[in-house]
């Protein structure tokens, strides 16, 4: 069964970068240190037989094997050494067991008296010298044995280019939501952890037993514990395969707690003799649980990531009621179009979208009542793109034509913020007229004969000439001792 969270993309802002950290150290680790210990241990094995070991050490081998049960590595080294067929596949066999390694190792394997026992010793010697060459010999977890340093090694060692690409893609996959649930240093933190618990409960439930861990799937299954507690009842989107059926399905991310862990005890319980270690999948989701648990009480998690589908699910809604609000709008329908602004506007309360179509409804409505209001709400917005400039200022326009004399509702303050924006779209002369009416009624606005100022510069850059000086003129004749008139005043005997 292959369950995958597929409901975030990558952006700049999000991008992964510790997830891609771990995903070039564990390809480098493979495809360029362990590459090589087939080699290696080709050469430490030829030496082996070319040292006569095998005489030594598996006539003791078949008697460990006799006193220690273990069918599947006795079947095994038998077929290999019986007929001798393939008598350096049989000594890998034995030297993969631990357990009898360490036996040779502190004398206990055969008698210390025996005979040849020094000559074995140095053989033997030579030989452990070429096999720990092996860069996964040195960092590989050996079952039964507590080391630390093997336990965080172990963990970018990979059997195969499958067993590494198939963790990569898992990896790849859940580090983009759960680094970004948590931010770079506590991803890690949380990856290494999961890792090393996922090694201590495999360590545990082979403990006394022969052999050895290796890959990256116990931190992952520590990642994959960690999303669904982070992500909880949020509904997030997955592919699931089963067999022959497949299918997209949105449910809450709590859900696949669950099916994930449920799925790898059934398989310890069931699949034997797999190579997989289903025991360190299932210890490795308990801990990341566990871990983000802890993270979600410490109100560590980044609560603004795990929000962003909602808050897209959201816009995307409330886009859908403002088109849907707008055809009423050009259908005269305006009662049914407010009841739909109306909220949206409380949702939203700076979207220019949202604030026009209102500005309609007040402008189709009989009497006007709430044109002001209306109008307000847009020219009071303070906008930067163009476009949405543009759209301001045909408001504007419309209210100045609709209600002629009634005057803008608007703040002195803030008609000169909103006169200044017009010259970047081409609107320098009605931004003269409208600080001109303003320094009629008002000339000690704050911040008014700066604007004055500005917007003839802007005219006069874009060459507007006429209209330049008719501003630079109120500056001077309106705020005589200011500076702003000692500059406008140079700038006519320029010729501005």
Not at 280 to 291: E, P, Q, R
Not at 355 to 376: K, S
Request: with cysteine; glycine share 8%; hydrophobic share 55%.
């Amino acid at each position: 069964m292959l369950i995958l969270p597929l409901h975030r993309a990558p952006t700049r802002a999000n991008f992964p970068w510790v997830t891609l950290a771990l995903v070039l150290v564990n390809a480098f680790v493979f495809l360029a240190l362990q590459q090589r210990d087939d080699a290696r241990q080709a050469h430490a094995l030829d030496t082996y037989m070319e040292r006569g070991l095998p005489q030594w050490e598996f006539p003791a081998y078949r008697d460990w094997l006799a006193r220690h049960v273990d069918d599947r590595r006795r079947g095994m080294f038998e077929r290999l050494a019986s007929d001798g067929r393939d008598p350096r596949r049989a000594a890998a066999v034995l030297q993969s067991d631990d357990a009898f390694v360490a036996a040779l190792h502190d004398g206990t394997a055969f008698a210390a008296d025996a005979r040849g026992i020094d000559e074995w010793r140095e053989a033997r010697a030579e030989f452990d010298r070429l096999w720990d060459r092996s860069f996964t010999e040195r960092w590989k977890l050996r079952q039964s044995e507590i080391a630390p340093a093997r336990i965080l090694g172990s963990m970018f060692l990979h059997g195969s280019i499958g067993h590494l690409l198939g963790n990569m893609l898992f990896l790849a996959l859940l580090g983009l939501l759960v680094e970004g649930a948590l931010g770079h240093g506590l991803f890690l933190a949380v990856y290494l952890l999961g890792g090393a618990g996922a090694a201590l409960a495999s360590l545990a439930w082979h403990w006394g037993e022969s052999g050895s861990l290796v890959g990256a799937s116990g931190a992952i299954a520590a990642l994959m514990g960690a999303y669904c507690v982070l992500w909880g009842r949020r509904k997030v989107r997955f592919f699931w395969w089963f067999f022959v059926v497949f299918d997209y399905v949105k449910a809450p991310a709590l859900v696949l707690l669950p099916a994930w862990l449920g799925w790898e005890v059934l398989q310890l319980a069931f699949v034997h003799g797999s190579n997989v270690a289903f025991e360190a999948h299932a210890g490795g989701i308990v801990c990341g649980a566990v871990l983000a648990l802890a993270v979600r009480r410490l109100g560590w998690e980044r609560v603004e990531f795990l929000d962003e589908d909602a808050i897209a699910e959201a816009a995307d809604a409330d886009d859908a009621l403002l088109a849907q609000a707008q055809a009423h709008v050009g259908r005269l329908e305006i009662g049914a179009a407010r009841a739909l602004l109306e909220p949206l506007a409380g949702r939203r309360p700076d979207d220019l979208a949202v604030r026009v179509a209102l500005y309609r409804c007040a402008r189709y409505e009989p009497g006007m009542p709430r044109l002001d209001d209306a109008a307000r709400a847009v020219l009071g917005l303070a906008l930067r793109a163009a476009a949405d400039l543009r759209e301001q200022k045909a408001v504007y326009d419309d209210y100045v034509k609709a209600a002629p004399g009634r005057g803008l509702p608007l703040a002195p303050v803030r008609q000169v913020a909103l006169a200044r924006c017009w010259p970047t779209i081409g609107a320098g002369a009605a931004a003269v007229e409208l600080l001109g009416g303003l320094a009629a009624r008002a000339p000690a606005t704050p911040g008014l004969a700066a604007a004055m100022l500005q917007v003839a510069r802007d005219l006069h850059e874009r060459r507007e000439n006429g209209p330049a000086r008719a501003a630079l003129a109120q500056v001077a004749t309106l705020w005589p001792g200011s500076a702003e008139a000692d500059k406008a005043r140079l700038l006519l005997a320029a010729g501005a």
